[in-house]
């Protein structure tokens, strides 16, 4: 009996006793994991930087932006996409690398692969609506469409929010979840942390350019009058 108990919980996660029938062990090494999503990372950036060159009258930082857009919006929809989508990932054989990427990262947060309603929620938002949205914010930058930095604010405050109920949520419930403080850190905390700068900093650019935009418009319109 204590042998069957002892299969039926076998996984690295914390807790112990989280109930994953039929949970296959991570296949890939962590460097095969990171290395992969890395390199596909700075491809899809090198490729979106040459081709924002194309475009004459976008400045630097338009262009990086349009290069974080489309980083985010890829992962948002394939990765959190094929977690919010695959509710067994844990089962998964053969090295499987989007099962995987979550079997790895729930080292660092086990509500992933207990399938907790509040991450579940969160993420199926990010990959349905912000993922799209953040594609079609590398377009109107491309563009220079009228919505742009109304699409980009409007993405960003939903990534920090998105990111403030996730650290939250944890908090309240004990902030308990992840093997050793190693993952604590490397996939909770810093994983995470680009969802918090840079919407951040996005924000605060796309506030300031409306302000300035309204400002231009006001300007304009009293000397009409």
């Given at each position: ?6 299969s ?41 930087w ?5 475009f004459?009258k ?15 919006g890829?992962?948002?929809?394939i ?31 086990s ?8 991450v579940v ?7 349905v609506?912000?993922?799209p ?53 490397a ?8 969802w ?30």
């Amino acid at each position: 009996m204590e042998s069957a108990e002892a299969s039926f919980y076998s996984h690295p996660y914390v807790p112990t006793d989280l109930n994953l029938p039929g949970f296959v062990p991570v296949f890939l090494s962590q460097s095969t994991i990171v290395g992969v999503y890395g390199i596909a990372s700075v491809i899809v950036v090198s490729l979106v930087w040459m081709f924002s060159g194309r475009f004459a009258k976008l400045s630097k930082n338009d262009r990086l932006l349009m290069c974080w857009w489309a980083f985010t919006g890829l992962t948002h929809m394939i990765l959190e996409g094929y977690f919010v989508f695959s509710p067994e990932f844990y089962k998964a054989k053969a090295g499987t690398y989007l099962a995987e990427v979550w079997k790895e990262y729930s080292k660092g947060d086990s509500r992933y692969a207990a399938r907790d309603a509040g991450v579940v929620a969160v993420e199926g938002l990010t990959a349905v609506l912000e993922g799209p949205a953040s594609l079609l914010a590398v377009y109107a930058i491309a563009r220079n469409k009228s919505y742009s930095y109304v699409l980009q604010l409007a993405i960003s405050l939903g990534q920090l929010y998105g990111t403030a109920v996730y650290f939250i949520t944890s908090v309240l419930e004990g902030d308990n979840f992840s093997t050793s403080s190693y993952y604590y850190y490397a996939y909770y905390i810093t994983a995470n942390a680009s969802w918090v700068v840079i919407p951040s900093l996005v924000v605060f650019r796309c506030w300031t350019k409306i302000c300035e935009a309204f400002e231009v418009y006001n300007y304009n319109k009293t000397k009409t009058h």
